[in-house]
Nanobody, 119 residues
Framework: QVQLVESGGGLVQAGGSLRLSCAAS????????MHWYRQAPGKQRELVAG???????DYSDSVKGRFTISADNAKNTVYLQMNSLKPEDTAVYYC?????????????WGQGTQVTVSS
C-alpha cells in the first residue's frame, strides 16, 4: 500500500506565501509523475501543477509565475511553493502520485489540505 501525507496548509493574507508538502510512504515503485490539484467549494477539482520524474514541470495558467512545484525523489516528497496568494486560490489542495506498477500506472491521492487566503 501507498500512503500520501500532506502538510503546510493554513490561513494566509492575500499576497502571502505558503509551502505545501506531500510525502509518500509504503510500497513505492517507480514514480512516473507527481501533481497538485485543488478544489474550491462548489467547483470541480482542477489541476494546478505537475512534475515528471525527470523534472519537467507544468502549471495551470492561473498559477503560472506564482507557484513552483518541486520534488525530492530521495524522500518521495513533492512540494508546492505558493507565492503572491490571492483569495481565489482558496481551496483544498490535493497531491497525486502516479506510480508505475508492472505494466500499468496507478494513481494515489493525498487526503487534502485546506488553504484559505483572506482579502
Amino acid at each position: 500500500q501507498v500512503q500520501l501525507v500532506e502538510s503546510g496548509g493554513g490561513l494566509v493574507q492575500a499576497g502571502g506565501s505558503l509551502r505545501l508538502s506531500c510525502a509518500a510512504s509504503g510500497s513505492i515503485s517507480s514514480i512516473n509523475a507527481m501533481h497538485w490539484y485543488r478544489q474550491a467549494p462548489g467547483k470541480q477539482r482542477e489541476l494546478v501543477a505537475g512534475i515528471t520524474s525527470g523534472g519537467m514541470t507544468d502549471y495551470s495558467d492561473s498559477v503560472k509565475g506564482r507557484f513552483t512545484i518541486s520534488a525530492d525523489n530521495a524522500k518521495n516528497t513533492v512540494y508546492l511553493q505558493m507565492n503572491s496568494l490571492k483569495p481565489e486560490d482558496t481551496a483544498v489542495y490535493y497531491c497525486k502520485f502516479r506510480l508505475r506498477v508492472v505494466l500499468a500506472y496507478r494513481d494515489y491521492w493525498g487526503q487534502g489540505t485546506q488553504v484559505t487566503v483572506s482579502s
